[in-house]
């Protein structure tokens, strides 16, 4: 069964950072078709809609981000151990979310543009941001 498991979420004041992992497993993401997907991060408010995070390709070379989190989040990926990193820094309240890992089979162009394609999604981890 194919699963991703995110973890490094919690409690953090504005200003502070937090590593988001997030790890792949089962029989889809073996060997090396873990480096076939494109992966990314979505995140859902309370009230809110779930909404585009970050992406980035099999290769980890193109990466993309929403406006809101550009220049604070750097997203990246180790093939090698299945698991992708999202660095999280200069937190503000309105990062508060669950956030959720993906893996998506089209580009992270796509991810990152209709998130009605994506394959695979994890069960979240919720980070909050205290003022």
């Known amino acids: 069964q194919e699963r991703l498991v995110e973890s490094g979420g919690g409690l953090v004041q504005a200003g502070g950072s937090l590593r988001l992992s997030c790890a792949a497993s089962?029989?889809?993401?073996?060997?090396?078709?873990?480096?076939?997907?494109?992966m990314g991060w979505f995140r859902q408010a309370p009230g809110k809609e779930r909404e585009f995070v970050a992406a980035?390709?099999?290769?980890?070379?193109?990466?993309y981000y929403a406006d809101s989190v550009k220049g604070r989040f750097t997203l990246s990926r180790d093939n090698a151990k299945n698991t992708v990193y999202l660095q999280m820094n200069s937190l503000k309240p309105e990062d508060t979310a669950v956030y959720y890992c993906?893996?998506?089979?089209?580009?992270?162009?796509?991810?990152?543009?209709?998130?009605?394609?994506?394959?695979?999604w994890g069960k979240g981890t919720l980070v909050t941001v205290s003022s």
């Open positions: 993906a893996a998506d089979s089209r580009t992270a162009q796509a991810m990152s543009a209709r998130l009605e394609g994506v394959d695979y």
């Open positions: 980035i390709d099999w290769g980890g070379r193109s990466t």
């Open positions: 089962g029989r889809t993401f073996s060997g090396l078709t873990f480096s076939t997907y494109a």
